[in-house]
């Protein structure tokens, strides 16, 4: 009970305060819907005035467009036909001509006195003839308002016009006339029923044309006698006064005429050619009328409104108070998922040493066999061709690092280059190698139907997603599992400028439950379990390689089962890229391929037998030599023999000896394997091993490595010279660390090219700017330096007044090598952007380029 009557004070406050807040809201409403509703009237008032304005000029913009153009057609006309080239009877008959064709209806020719000679219609004159003919003598142009001889008014068009005259009097204009109707249906003035309708009237208040509608009639009949009248007043009302003075100082006019039972508004305006005025009349009536119901409108309205104000306010406190309540909510879920976010990022920068290392191996394993072999070009050669490819692929990297905000808010970019499919698989291999090598992992690469090995697409996204494919099939799968890349092609939908390219990678490692399946690739997820713990990863891989297959508008796909290995697949559609202009066609030999992959010495087969070799194949290494013994009894021996370095019942090494003891030292044997050989290739000579052949055995791949074994025969290929002489060229390099330009006037040196240093962008722009013409051949410029940064100064030197300003190539080289980066280069005036570390072969392609 107590607690009942304490909350009563609080009940009773607040129905107080809402029946004092409906009240005061009511009288505000009604005060403001008052208030309103004269500001309603008095705003129609001036609305109407402003609207009769805008009708009276448009009105009067038309007359005097229409009135124009028939006084254009005179002159026209008068201007045709000339008295100096015709008598009397074929120059009327030829204005009648002219006249008809113009759609007049009467001709006259008009005296110095005042006589109208008719020509053609019934004869005219003008209602009031003074001010037309005084008009005429004075040279204007004058419109009026006349009747012909059988009482019809007519519009008369008068223009000075000197014609001969049939009784001898001068003429001083030629008159045409229409009858009145045109003007009366071309302004709509007759239209019974609108709201607002037109008079057109002469100074003296008498009628030109005259509405249907009498309710102003008598108003201008007094304005007659008003003007009739002289001083004396017969109105008290001072419009008509005012009325009549601005008619005789052809002035416009506006004013609301009380009437018994409503208001008029009139407004005048003079129309141009004549002495007339348009008159416009607009009733108040319907205003008023409509004014009052929205009075009354207004008035509900206004009261609905403030019932309906408290009753939105009562509801959105209520909704306010539920819709934070769910916010604090949606608060401390993104709260939790911002910490588990950041909890995963932390994790994947913790682990990121593995993603980096994985190229990092390759490139001090590499150095460490360059450096056992330096006394061998060919090895360290091949080496530091390794390196670069790893190299390229950290840059990548380091890049796709930097540019993770990008991939995650959909905004990935790519960048179309020309690339090579076995440079690319060449480079997947190189780096895979030692990671599948140190797990004892069996890699094996396959390739089917690769006709097209050169097209347009961003490379180092598809390293990407092949190496993130690799690089997880090697970390699941347990020691000496098995991991296969196979890689075909098909005609692509798209055209035949395009080719389909199917990628699949395969391993019988752990697998994948298909409740993780559902959020592969999702960012930071990994499988959750025991058999992973151990396994380095941030998760990342795979919603990356997501990314870049959607963004290159390609499908993946992926089956896997717990502990019996995954698979992926994926779709990508590329753009043809012209090949090198190679005929590849060997001589007609008889080879024989030995490997226990049918796949590969079918794929093989047919590589080679479309380069016009006979082949033939087989899986085991003693049906090899009964074959080449088979060969060798018929004197038709092999002219050339491919051995696997690893075959089930004995290996490449012990064939090539058993050959070499057999048949002899002629038959050349090259050695086909996906692993590193340096580490046998010694073992390999002594058992007569002549060469080595990579997989996967592109078709670029066989033709480059047997053609060393035609005898007599020389291949043309359009291949680009890499070495530029730059002998007598300067360049201008902008850099401001002192150790990038000790790199490139070292490379550029090799070149014979004279390289010039300036340490910011405005030292470069002050160094172009003095220098004489034809004295740089090239500006290198790096983006970011003091002062002045490259954007700016390639913009300073386009603007120039100096004869290379536009001309000299302006070549960014630059660590910004994003897309947007290298867009804004060339925006900014610069020809070509090249990536640091700058690749010495790109930049004499560049710089061969533009130094012709």
Not at 338 to 359: C, G, Q, V, W, Y
């Amino acid at each position: 009970m107590n607690r009942s009557k304490k909350k009563n004070p609080t009940i009773r406050f607040l129905i107080r305060s809402f029946i004092g807040l409906l009240l005061f809201s009511i009288a505000v409403f009604t005060l403001l819907g008052i208030y309103m509703n004269r500001q309603s009237r008095k705003t129609i008032h001036e609305i109407g005035e402003i609207y009769m304005s805008g009708m009276n000029k448009q009105m009067s913009r038309h007359f005097k467009s229409v009135i124009k153009l028939r006084f254009d057609q005179m002159d026209g006309l008068v201007s045709v036909v000339s008295s100096k080239n015709h008598n009397k009877k074929s120059l009327y008959k030829e204005l009648v001509y002219r006249a008809k064709v113009r759609d007049f209806n009467y001709l006259a020719i008009c005296s110095n006195e005042g006589n109208f000679e008719t020509l053609y219609g019934d004869p005219i004159h003008p209602i009031n003839p003074k001010p037309f003919v005084k008009s005429l003598k004075r040279g204007e142009r004058r419109v009026a308002v006349g009747v012909d001889s059988a009482g019809k008014n007519v519009v008369l068009f008068g223009i000075q016009a000197d014609y001969p005259m049939q009784n001898g009097e001068k003429c001083i204009g030629l008159t045409a006339a229409v009858p009145l109707d045109y003007i009366t249906d071309f302004l709509s003035l007759e239209n019974e029923g609108d709201l607002i309708y037109y008079h057109i009237i002469r100074p003296d208040g008498t009628f030109v044309i005259r509405n249907p509608n009498t309710e102003l009639w008598g108003y201008f009949d007094l304005l007659q006698k008003q003007h009739k009248s002289a001083e004396k007043t017969l109105s008290s009302d001072n419009s008509l006064r005012e009325f009549d003075t601005a008619l005789k100082d052809n002035k416009e006019y506006s004013a609301v005429i009380k009437g018994s039972k409503e208001d008029r508004q009139i407004y005048s305006m003079p129309l141009p050619y004549s002495e007339w005025h348009l008159i416009t009349v607009m009733p108040y009536s319907i205003l008023d009328e409509t004014i009052n119901s929205l009075s009354f409108q207004r008035l509900v309205i206004t009261l609905l409104a403030c019932v309906s104000i408290l009753i939105s306010l009562v509801w959105i406190f209520f909704r306010y108070f539920f819709i934070t309540r769910v916010q604090l909510q949606e608060l401390d879920k993104a709260q939790q998922k911002a910490l588990k976010a950041s909890k995963a990022k932390s994790e994947f920068l913790a682990n990121m040493s593995h993603d980096i290392r994985t190229p990092m191996n390759a490139i001090t394993g590499m150095t460490a066999i360059a450096t056992a072999h330096i006394d061998d070009p060919k090895q360290v050669k091949n080496c530091l061709r390794k390196i670069a490819l790893s190299s390229r692929h950290l840059l990548g990297l380091i890049n796709d690092v930097l540019d993770m905000s990008k991939i995650e808010s959909g905004k990935l970019t790519l960048t179309a280059e020309q690339i090579s499919l076995r440079e690319v698989v060449d480079g997947i291999v190189s780096i895979m190698q030692p990671q599948t090598k140190a797990k004892q992992q069996s890699f094996d690469v396959h390739i089917e139907n690769i006709f097209t090995e050169n097209v347009w697409c961003d490379g180092v996204r598809l390293n990407q997603i092949l190496l993130n494919l690799l690089s997880n099939a090697t970390k699941y799968t347990p020691e000496k599992g098995s991991i296969r890349l196979f890689i075909c092609e098909e005609n692509s939908p798209r055209g035949e400028d395009y080719v389909r390219l199917h990628i699949n990678v395969r391993d019988n490692g752990i697998g994948m439950s298909p409740e993780f399946l559902k959020k592969i690739y999702q960012s930071y997820s990994r499988a959750d379990g025991t058999r992973t713990r151990k396994t380095e990863g941030a998760g990342l891989g795979m919603a990356i390689t997501k990314y870049i297959v959607d963004a290159m508008d390609g499908t993946i796909d992926v089956q896997s089962e717990p502990n019996k290995g995954t698979e992926f697949h994926i779709k990508l559609d590329f753009e043809k890229a012209p090949a090198l202009n190679v005929n590849m066609v060997l001589p007609s030999w008889n080879m024989l391929i030995v490997d226990d992959d049918k796949s590969l010495c079918q794929t093989a087969a047919n590589t080679l037998r479309s380069m016009g070799i006979k082949t033939d194949w087989t899986l085991s290494g003693n049906r090899a030599m009964e074959m080449i013994m088979e060969h060798h009894r018929k004197r038709t021996d092999y002219q050339i023999i491919l051995l696997d370095w690893k075959l089930p019942d004995m290996n490449g090494l012990q064939i090539a000896q058993e050959i070499r003891r057999k048949v002899g030292n002629e038959i050349p044997i090259l050695l086909i394997s996906a692993y590193d050989w340096s580490e046998f290739e010694i073992e390999a000579r002594e058992a007569g091993i002549n060469g080595f052949i990579s997989k996967p055995l592109f078709k670029s791949t066989l033709f480059y490595s047997l053609r060393q074994f035609m005898e007599n025969e020389q291949i043309k290929e359009q291949i680009p010279d890499q070495n530029f002489d730059l002998s007598g060229r300067r360049i201008l390099l902008a850099e401001d660390n002192e150790l990038n330009w000790e790199v490139a006037k070292e490379l550029l040196s090799d070149l014979g090219a004279e390289l010039e240093w300036a340490e910011d962008g405005r030292i470069c722009l002050e160094k172009f700017q003095t220098s004489p013409k034809g004295y740089y051949s090239a500006v290198l410029m790096d983006i970011r330096m003091p002062h002045m940064t490259g954007y700016e100064a390639a913009k300073e030197i386009r603007l120039l007044d100096h004869p290379d300003a536009s001309s000299v190539p302006i070549i960014a080289m630059s660590a910004d090598t994003f897309s947007e980066d290298i867009q804004h280069c060339l925006e900014c005036g610069m020809n070509a952007h090249i990536a640091k570390p700058v690749d010495i072969k790109e930049l004499v392609g560049i710089l061969k380029k533009y130094l012709k």
